[in-house]
């Protein structure tokens, strides 16, 4: 029995085809170090490089290519972004909703750097409301950080309505995209968004080790590290220009070209047909769960504005318990536990019973994939209750 | 160190309720231990288990992994919970006298 992959808002898997081809392909012809000398293949890697800034840029309607920066992961893009914004005596506001690449960094700037820190629920349907942001706003605010969406309960948050309060009192909105990027549009422009942080393995469909920000025309970023860039070498300050600014060393090439192949598939295959896909399935797989006795879901009631990602428990039963059944019993792969966003959990009351189940849709997952998890669960439930009865 | 008493035997455990004493461990102290996940008579299902779990304990000085228990010993991980309402790791583990599994079970 193959297994039935439903932990992509951990990771994509499998990647398209096109990944693994243009990755292999592109290290054995091209492993060199990119802008650092003049020869033909050196060339040809940093042109590689560029060619996916672009690449990015236009996906995010981004304008400026050199402000596409690239890092390891959203973590560490988030933390170039608000290590570079904040400083003491800055106040930062963030929501409940966030994964721990928002809150630790926050946390850390909070304990040890003076920033202080506000974190606005979530409402009963998993959304953040602009008003109740603009509400925390201070003289002292500087930054706004939050997600495009959960990773936990799959809410797409208001972003441009956020991000117009956040213009109208000169806040800096700093976006973590990294559930919805290859998944659903984002235009950086239209949605008011000053910085975005993305990460490389998710849904752009690229491997682990890369992601970045885009940081808008006019916001300045400090940069937090220091080290070689490959131009300009005996000035002993780092560079101030981007996207030197702030990348730091030897790029990951292998990262960016597998990027640039993922970006290259997502463009064939279509971002909206992917997300009907994908949608389409959630509808699916929320219908089936809701139906079976015993099962709770959690901020599911509308599926409108949401993605691929849910959460459920089965009462009674520990979610790390029905994990590891529908793993072994099953073969279904899926995420439990409290997902690296503990104040989701704390909001909803799931803290105290170690989190729920998530299961995160992919665009490789089929109808039969769906069909084989409800039943899976309804199995487990219907044990868990006769062993209760 | 907290004790329990069982069937007239008094146990050193910790504060799950595990052995702190493994090799102390032989049939009658499971008996015992069964008792507290619940279980009045030990089958030949619990035996298999138990003893799976034992062997694998004494051979490689931890808990095998879920996955492996169920496939070595045929079990689907449903029955065991039938079997160890607690679990794999926190009943099954706690009957086989093993010490309290930080993963893998």
């Not at chain 1, 973590?75 to 570079?84: H, Y």
């Not at chain 1, 300045?220 to 005996?234: E, L």
């Not at chain 1, 665009?363 to 899976?376: K, Q, R, V, Y």
């Not at chain 2, 910790?14 to 009045?40: K, S």
């Amino acid at each position: 029995m193959c297994m039935i992959y439903l932990d992509n808002a951990a990771t994509s898997f499998p990647k398209p085809e096109d990944t693994y081809v243009f990755m292999d392909q592109f290290y054995r012809t091209h492993g060199v170090n990119p802008g650092r000398s003049g020869y033909d293949l050196c060339m040809e890697t940093g042109q590689l490089v560029d060619d996916t800034r672009k690449l990015l840029t236009r996906f995010f309607n981004g304008t400026d290519p050199d402000r596409l920066i690239f890092a390891y992961n959203s973590t560490d893009a988030l933390n170039l972004a608000l290590f570079g914004m904040l400083s003491a005596g800055d106040h930062a506001i963030t929501t409940t909703v966030e994964h721990n690449a928002v809150l630790r960094p926050l946390y850390h700037l909070a304990t040890h750097q003076g920033v202080e820190v506000d974190h606005v629920p979530f409402d009963a349907q998993g959304f953040v409301d602009p008003d109740a942001v603009a509400a925390r706003f201070r003289p002292t605010t500087r930054v706004v950080a939050i997600n495009h969406a959960s990773n936990v309960i799959g809410t797409v948050q208001p972003i441009e309505e956020i991000g117009r309060r956040c213009h109208d009192r000169g806040i800096r909105l700093v976006v973590d995209a990294s559930q919805t990027a290859g998944k659903i549009p984002i235009d950086v422009q239209a949605m008011n968004v000053d910085v975005l942080a993305f990460t490389g393995h998710k849904s752009l469909m690229g491997p682990t080790g890369i992601g970045g920000l885009y940081v808008q025309e006019g916001v300045d970023i400090r940069h937090t590290r220091a080290g070689g860039t490959g131009v300009r070498s005996a000035q002993k300050s780092h560079l101030d220009e981007y996207p030197w600014r702030l990348e730091y060393g030897t790029p990951n090439i292998m990262g960016i070209a597998g990027v640039n192949a993922g970006l290259q598939w997502i463009e064939k295959t279509g971002l909206a047909a992917i997300e009907a896909h994908e949608m389409r399935l959630l509808r699916q797989l929320v219908e089936g769960l809701r139906e079976i006795s015993g099962v709770s879901l959690y901020c599911q009631d509308d599926l409108s504005n949401h993605i691929g990602v849910m959460i459920f428990n089965i009462d009674g039963f520990e979610a790390g318990n029905t994990g590891t059944m529908l793993d072994v019993d099953h073969n279904i792969a899926c995420r439990t536990g409290l997902h690296c966003a503990p104040r989701v959990h704390e909001q909803l009351g799931l803290d105290k019973l170690h989190g729920a189940v998530r299961f995160g849709i992919g665009p490789f997952n089929t109808d039969e994939h769906i069909t084989t998890a409800i039943d899976a669960v309804r199995e487990i439930a219907a044990a868990h209750a006769k062993r209760t009865r | 160190m907290p004790t329990i008493e069982l069937n007239g035997r008094t146990y050193a455990v910790d504060e799950n309720g595990f052995l702190e004493e493994p090799l102390i461990w032989n049939d009658d102290v499971a008996a015992d231990l069964a008792t507290t996940e619940g279980i009045t008579a030990m089958t030949d299902e619990h035996w298999i288990l138990v003893r799976y779990l034992r062997d694998y304990y004494l051979k490689f000085g931890i808990a095998p992994m879920v996955r492996k228990l169920c496939k070595e010993t045929g079990f689907k991980l449903a029955r065991v919970y039938d079997l160890f309402p607690s679990g794999p790791a926190n009943g099954a583990c706690k009957v086989a006298g093993l010490p309290k599994p930080t993963g893998c079970v």
